[in-house]
């Protein structure tokens, strides 16, 4: 009995040391992209520019692009003191990688940037260009990896629709 314990003591040891433990355990998702929006214009600045996308201040600074959260937006911008282009706009993220085997974490998801850009002839956005059918709106889409937004624009006037309050007016004096 005593060597059976022995034998025991000596080998039970060498068995459970020659065990593999699997962890397939998931990684932590990757961060979640940041998200940034901007207004400018190429050839005429605008006369004024609302949205109501709290991120984006009052008098922002045309061409910056501003943090901002996902989501959709309103905005209107005056092209002089009666007509202006009205719509909506709405931001994504890109999302983080979802965690990879034995704790490996996931892919970071890339930052998005829109900048619109509001000219007199029609609202676009920096890396296309797009006119406007004045009488109808129009949806703008694209979804082309890293690429992502949506616009609705629709051109008005003081005489058929009531216009908000601007967050940015041209200074008319230095003119």
């Given amino acids: 009995m005593k060597k059976l314990n022995i034998i025991l003591v000596i080998i039970l040891p060498l068995f459970f040391t ?3 433990v699997v962890d397939n355990t998931p990684g932590p998702n990757g961060r979640d992209g940041d998200a940034y929006f901007g207004v400018d214009y190429e ?7 609302w949205d109501n996308n709290s ?3 009052y008098n922002p600074i045309l061409g910056e692009y ?3 959260r996902p989501g959709i937006y309103e905005f209107e911008y005056f092209i002089n ?10 931001v ?5 990688g979802v965690g990879g085997p034995h704790g490996e974490r996931g892919y970071d998801g ?4 829109l900048m619109l850009i509001c000219d007199p002839n029609g609202f676009h956005e920096h890396r296309d260009n797009w006119r406007v059918n004045e009488n109808e709106p129009l949806v703008i889409e694209k979804s082309d990896g890293n690429l992502n937004f949506k616009i609705t624009i629709q051109k008005g006037n003081v005489l058929t629709r009531p216009a908000q309050q601007p ?8 003119f």
Avoid at 92 to 96: A, F, P, Q, V
Avoid at 167 to 174: G, Q, V
Wanted: aromatic share 26%; hydrophobic share 20%.
């Fill in 43 to 49: 050839h005429h600045a605008p006369y004024s520019y």
């Fill in 81 to 90: 003191r009666h007509d202006y282009w009205y719509g909506t706009y709405e």
């Fill in 110 to 113: 890339h930052d998005t940037y």
């Fill in 66 to 68: 501003y943090f901002t």
């Fill in 167 to 174: 967050k940015f007016k041209r200074d008319l004096r230095s």
């Fill in 92 to 96: 994504w993220i890109n999302r983080g």
């Fill in 55 to 57: 991120s984006i201040p």
């Fill in 18 to 20: 020659s065990c593999i």
